[in-house]
């Protein structure tokens, strides 16, 4: 079974400085995908960046970072430079590569995110 | 232009009644899915379908009934809702790119279920 786990349920970051959102996953597959998705107060979830499990390298788009460490079972996502539209719920998700073409989502509980002046 | 799209937004109704949440994609993927959002936030997958095929049920009572005239619509339909029905329900697609393809999904806005 695949599990995630977001250990901080709300975290504050001033405007301009960085964050880090913890991720920790659970799974036995080799292959593997790590996403993190958005989900400001209007209620939409917003895919932000993904993560494969056989990528060398940490993936990056625009302010968000993918702090990958496979060993530990571990996919941070840092965001840079936090403004104040950032403030939102962050979801950890993991697809696993099943069998044919079902795939589905495992996600985590989510950290809400609080950007301060 | 909206990726996913899904009607209503907003669904009020009383226990008992059956309601039905209309999804459509027009992004050309293959696979469409639900998920249902409790009221901690917590997302838990209820169906895909792939090419109209159903491939996953995750155990949803068989009060939910997905149906996919088109692998572009997704629609789900509820029987006797139940109090507990109520969360927000998204829906969501995605492009089968084989083992190793980066299948990204694709939200809708979601549609907030409120049985009283």
């Known amino acids: 079974a695949q599990k995630i786990t977001q250990t901080q349920p709300g975290m504050f970051v001033q405007e301009k400085e960085a964050v880090t959102l913890d991720c920790t996953y659970d799974?036995?597959?080799?292959?593997?995908?790590l996403f993190w998705y958005k989900q400001p107060s209007s209620g939409e979830m917003i895919f932000l960046i993904y993560?494969?499990?056989?990528?060398?390298q940490n993936a990056t788009e625009g302010r968000y970072s993918l702090n990958f460490q496979k060993a530990r079972k571990s996919a941070n996502l840092v965001i840079s430079a936090s403004q104040l539209g950032d403030s939102a719920m962050y979801f950890c998700?993991?697809?696993?590569?099943?069998?044919?073409?079902?795939?589905?989502?495992?996600f985590g509980t989510g950290t809400r995110l609080q950007v301060t002046l | 232009d909206t990726a996913v799209s899904q009607t209503p937004k907003y669904l009020v109704t009383q226990m008992g009644n059956d309601k039905s949440i209309k999804c459509e994609q027009n992004?050309?993927?293959?696979?469409m899915y639900w998920y249902k959002q409790d009221s901690k936030k917590f997302l838990k997958i209820m169906f895909s379908?792939?090419?109209?095929?159903?491939?996953i049920n995750e155990t949803v009572p068989n009060r939910f009934s997905p149906k996919s005239p088109d692998k572009a619509h997704l629609n789900l339909h509820i029987n006797s809702l139940e109090l507990g029905d109520s969360a927000v329900y998204f829906c969501?697609?995605?492009?089968?790119?084989?083992?190793?393809?980066?299948?990204?999904?694709?939200f809708g806005p979601g549609t907030r279920l409120l049985v009283l």
């Open positions: 969501a697609s995605s492009q089968y790119l084989g083992l190793a393809g980066i299948e990204t999904q694709y």
């Open positions: 799974t036995s597959d080799p292959s593997y995908g």
């Open positions: 993560q494969g499990s056989y990528d060398q």
């Open positions: 998700a993991m697809r696993v590569w099943n069998t044919g073409t079902a795939s589905k989502l495992t």
């Open positions: 992004l050309g993927h293959d696979t």
């Open positions: 379908y792939n090419n109209k095929e159903l491939i």
